[in-house]
């Protein structure tokens, strides 16, 4: 019989990437992906360990999960990705409720080490790689709509922030064969994909050397935008210190590269930021907005923002607040501050902002946020766009749902278009997450 394979991905688009790949791999070893955890004989979860939160639901699923353990002893149930590479063998003994943990560089072993647990071992490995990329593996697709797609080019971190976990678990930065990012792209336009987000943790940071040649991103988003004018490509994520003119001025060329950036400002005080290990000020990043919005008039900027950083004041967060009004943001994820074991904050410093304090600034910021969004949705009504229909509204199924080239979603009456296709759109009416129109 088959071996059914159901995973279950948490966190980042990356880790959805991620989860791509471990199903190619195990396609290659006789597995067939299920979407019906009841038919699995394995369950992999593909875990985030941004916040503490992010963790503690992982835990809740697993509990949860339990009972089909319970029900038939045969299933093998493996904890993968970033909260595997963390907690390593502690992640096993913490509850029994994994038998396997393989971190985010090691998924090349996983046939090797499911064999391990089916003779009745527990397996881990949590090795971390300087070279691993799985850039010769082809992602099995598990998107829903086959119109939008990611594709990793690079891995790993060597930025430190002070708060991140993320360089722990996911290793040094190491950049993709630009090749097989173009041919992904290619692979992905043949199959009827007509949007790709390229993913990095640091996207401009990317470095590939061919041969004498030493390849940054600009010229990699400029080779991924010529492989069809009609292939959208979208990045993500961008850091404010080393996010270039070159880089926009190639993006203002390309009608194709969207006119979206996610430049996560994670605070407005220049104190803040220093002790955030940012190595940038809040000068140097409204400096980048206005270089942004100068070159690309029509560009949507969104942000995460981190707020009850240790040592944080109503100072430092009214800063926050007035960058936010100040970049008027079209979007932002906001979140307070979560310690992480091992981070350099961790080490160094205290965690004293009280939690009802952390609250009450983030409902001041979300507020903020809210109010910016709604402002920025009204100043598109009556104006039209192009919109890559993405899918079947939620509401109804006589009303399509799709995106601007600014990532803002909008619902209008089908008229027998399909997904895929590029409508344009005129704008009658918004709320505060989506804009509502008309084929025009
Ligand atoms: N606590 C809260 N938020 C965090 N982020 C990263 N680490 C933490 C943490 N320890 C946020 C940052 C980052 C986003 C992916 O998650 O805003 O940009
Ligand atoms: Fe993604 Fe970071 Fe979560 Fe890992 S810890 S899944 S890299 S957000």
């Known amino acids: 019989m088959v071996k059914k394979v159901y995973i279950e991905t948490y966190g980042c688009q990356m880790n959805v990437a991620d989860s791509e790949v471990v199903v190619s791999i195990l396609t290659d070893h006789g597995y067939e992906h299920t979407d019906e955890i009841k038919e699995a004989g394995l369950i992999l979860i593909n875990t985030c360990s941004i916040r503490e939160n992010a963790e503690q639901r992982v835990w809740g699923r697993l509990k949860a999960i339990g009972h089909l353990k319970r029900k038939n002893p045969g299933i093998v149930i493996g904890m993968i990705g970033c909260m595997a590479e963390r907690l390593k063998e502690e992640a096993i003994e913490k509850e029994h409720l994994v038998d396997m943990i393989v971190g985010p560089d090691a998924y090349r072993e996983l046939p090797l080490l499911i064999a391990e647990v089916e003779s009745g071992h527990k397996a881990v490995n949590v090795l971390l790689s300087r070279e691993e990329t799985y850039g010769d593996i082809s992602p099995v697709r598990m998107d829903k709509n086959g119109v939008t797609s990611f594709v990793s080019i690079m891995r790993g971190c060597n930025n430190m922030c002070a708060y991140c976990v993320v360089p722990y678990v996911r290793g040094a930065e190491r950049s993709r064969d630009a090749e097989s990012v173009i041919n992904e792209v290619r692979d992905l336009w043949k199959k009827g994909y007509r949007e790709v987000t390229l993913l990095g943790q640091n996207v401009d940071s990317y470095n ?22 009609l292939m959208r490509i979208r990045f993500s994520t961008s ?10 001025h190639m993006m ?12 996560p400002a994670q605070s407005g005080s220049s104190r803040i930021l220093k002790l955030m290990n940012r190595e940038y000020t809040r000068d140097w990043y409204m400096e980048r907005i206005s270089a942004i919005k100068s070159i690309m008039p029509e ?8 707020t009850g950083f240790c040592t944080e004041t109503e100072d430092d967060h009214r800063e926050t607040l007035s960058l936010m009004e100040w970049a008027g943001y079209d979007f932002a994820y906001m979140f307070k501050y979560s310690e992480r074991p091992g981070t350099r904050a961790a080490r160094k410093y205290s965690d004293d902002v009280p939690e009802e304090i952390k609250t009450r600034r983030l409902n001041e910021i979300i507020a903020l946020q809210n109010k910016l969004s709604i402002r920025s949705k009204k100043h598109d009504v009556g104006r039209i766009f192009e919109v890559l229909i993405e899918d079947f509204s939620k509401r109804s199924q006589d009303h399509l749902s799709g995106r601007t080239s600014q990532n803002k979603v909008v619902v209008f009456p089908g008229e027998g278009k399909i997904r895929g296709e590029y409508v344009s759109v005129k704008i009658e009416s918004s709320t505060s997450a989506t804009l509502l129109g008309k084929i025009i």
Do not use: M, Q
């Open 299 to 306: 560009c949507a900027i969104s942000t995460d923002i981190i």
């Open 208 to 229: 590939w050397k061919s041969g004498e040649h030493i390849i940054a991103f600009p010229e990699l988003l400029e080779r991924a935008a010529i492989v069809n004018p």
């Open 239 to 248: 850091h404010p210190k080393d996010i270039s003119d070159e880089l926009l």
């Open 252 to 263: 203002s060329v390309y009608p194709n590269i969207c006119r979206h950036i996610h430049l």
